[in-house]
């Protein structure tokens, strides 16, 4: 690499890394005064504030390692939809709480498998994040883990609910271990590739699953497309609400 | 004059966490380096601290308050380095500081020991909610006394 071109590999994966965590706390917080209980809203507001936290770190070194002095606030307000770079899972609606807590736990499941790899990183700061965010995610996914048991294993409603959850957002995991060019520079420098955390995050799942008496779907239509900025309709409409505060007073301070 | 860096660190235990200001933050482990730079002309003091949780809105308060007290003492070059490495974690805690957490009325975080009441000792209690009022801590209840108190999470 020459000295002073951007490394462009690093800078899309922590892209990828932080607008994860900010566009599934973005959804989140949209939740925020309509949770099912009092617990709830507490967990969902502290969840997705954590996940603010790690996509600042993760922004805020992708902006450095850019070296055009975008900060984390210009990569959150100032990109257009297919310049972001999160999963595709991440922005899918919030729909039902069982469609919230079903993507919550299949997200929850990977990013602590995630974050466990990158904490061994070449990369001391990409280690750094993820050893600071690991403990974080453990918990979330404490949480995610209780509700997909008990919903799953719960009433014919609640268990209903849940397998549709989970045979409409099922789909959308294969993408969390697609690896393209990107992925397979980085696993040359030393960061885990995503294709090596499927078999331990699929052991988890089946675990959970199986005792939420919920059933895995078959793997059939797998998109992809969000590591590279093609993203579902949802995303743009996410952005608008999320955007459209500082576009229309750039710079402006409470 | 320039202060020692054992004066520097009496101030800074002086500096209360904004979210629970019965503790300092050197109670609480953010702080975790004091130096003084060798430049004998205008030395510059180094202070090193740590975040908490990573979205705890506090952090961004602590290091203003951090700033502001040693400003208030008269040091004017003082640089703030936030460290990421190694996580910070509630080991980090003093004993002190849990103490103080106890009397506060928030059961601090100790990895071994049972979940106990902080205002009756009783070690009868149940967690109410996973997650609290802060990134901190979890809500809980005591079932001996029925008092409901916040727990500070082991993480």
Known sequence: ?254 | MTPSVAQVWEWLGDVPDPEIPAISVVDLGIVRRVTWTDDAAQPELHVAITPTYSGCPATTMIRRDIVGALHARGLERVRLDVELAPPWSTAAISASGRDKLRAYGIAPPDPDAVVACPRCGSTAVECTSAFGSTPCKALYRCTACREPFDRFKCH
């Open chain 1, 1 to 254: 690499m020459n000295a002073g071109a951007v490394d462009h590999s690093r800078f899309e994966f922590l892209l990828r890394a932080g607008d994860n965590g900010l566009i599934l706390g973005q959804r989140l917080v949209a939740l925020l005064g309509h949770a099912p209980v009092l617990e709830e809203e507490l967990g969902i507001a502290n969840v997705a504030l954590d996940l603010l936290g790690h996509a600042r770190m993760w922004l805020s070194y992708a902006g450095e390692v850019e070296g055009a002095k975008r900060t984390e606030d210009d990569m959150a307000f100032f990109r257009n939809a297919g310049e972001f770079r999160n999963a595709l899972l991440v922005e899918q609606p919030n729909g039902s709480f069982a469609d919230t807590i079903v993507r919550q736990f299949l997200f929850d499941a990977w990013h602590v498998r995630a974050l466990g790899a990158w904490s061994a990183s070449a990369d001391e700061r990409i280690a750094a994040i993820a050893q600071k965010a690991k403990p974080e995610a453990d918990y979330h996914l404490t949480r995610s883990c209780d509700w997909v048991v008990r919903l799953g294993d719960g009433t014919d409603e609640s268990h209903a609910r849940m397998q549709a959850a989970l045979v409409g957002l099922w789909p959308y995991t294969s993408e969390l271990f697609a690896a393209d060019g990107v992925d397979r520079d980085l696993a040359a420098r030393g960061i885990v590739a995503p294709e090596d955390l499927r078999e331990a995050w699929l052991h988890d799942a089946q675990a959970v699953f199986a005792r939420a008496t919920l059933a895995i779907p078959d793997d059939a239509w797998a998109p992809t497309g969000g590591k590279r900025g093609l993203h579902t309709e949802h995303l743009s409409y996410l952005l608008a609400e999320m955007q459209s505060l500082r576009r229309s007073v750039p710079g402006e301070r409470w």
